[in-house]
């Protein structure tokens, strides 16, 4: 049925919107995803969920134990219609659930941080599997569940005299490397699946069209 409603919907779109909404489907990945840990600045959220657009992350996760994410709509550009933000927020620490949900989903849990066992991001091994990159504050940084459920540790190697880059930066360093890589790995799968696209591409159908509460309920009549 959803298959149904996707072909009815995207009659209220033009063409070459339709169009575009399947050639940047074919550029999305799952196979990397981004995880925020409390950051209580929400451009900088912003900024990355802008950020993940660019370069074809699907899900940014948004980890919420004392500050809420408010999108700030002069950073994000409209990111947030096209890129899935997932709150984690049930609980007053809801770091531990998050990352262990995502374990669960199949990802490494990679903390970007310096640490004894680190790897540099040029040295990141993407064929190892999917990995959920996770960033943090500058202060106060990352907390201690967080380095506690990480599976591996990965720096952007820096020469100057400053330690640490603004997070929004560290993310695009990130994922502008990883994701060059990754288009380039011929043995890995990143594109998403079939039920993937078609998830997302009647999410970005009701983003896209008014009303479309209207229209679903006059295709629910036609189809009873």
């Known amino acids: 049925m959803e298959a149904e409603l996707i072909q009815f919907l995207s009659g209220f779109v033009t063409p070459e919107r339709l169009s575009l909404f399947n050639k940047i489907l074919s550029q999305r990945t799952n196979y990397l995803t981004v995880v925020l840990e409390d950051l209580y600045q ?10 993940a657009d660019c370069f ?12 809420v994410f408010e ?29 262990q949900k995502l374990r669960h989903e199949g990802y490494r849990i990679v903390v970007a941080t310096p640490h004894d066992h680190d790897v540099n991001l040029e040295n990141f091994e993407l064929e ?46 990130t994922l502008h490397h990883l994701t060059h890589q990754l288009r380039n790995h011929s043995d890995i799968g990143w594109h998403l699946n079939d039920i993937e696209k078609q998830e997302m591409l009647l999410d970005w159908l009701r983003t896209s069209i008014k009303r479309v509460n209207l229209l679903e309920e006059k295709f629910a009549e036609l189809n009873k």
């Open 42 to 51: 929400t451009q900088n959220t912003s900024a990355v969920v802008r950020t």
């Open 56 to 67: 074809g992350i699907q899900k940014v996760h948004v980890i919420e134990n004392k500050h």
């Open 128 to 173: 190892k599997g999917k990995a959920a990159i996770v960033f943090g504050c500058e202060r106060p940084g990352l907390t201690e569940w967080a380095m506690k459920e990480a599976d591996e540790y990965m720096k952007i190697p820096m020469v100057g005299f400053t330690e640490s880059l603004n997070v929004s930066v560290a993310v695009a360093v």
């Open 71 to 99: 999108v700030n709509p002069d950073v994000v550009r409209g990111a947030s219609n096209w890129v899935s933000v997932i709150r984690h927020n049930g609980t007053k620490m809801n770091t531990p659930a998050a990352l």
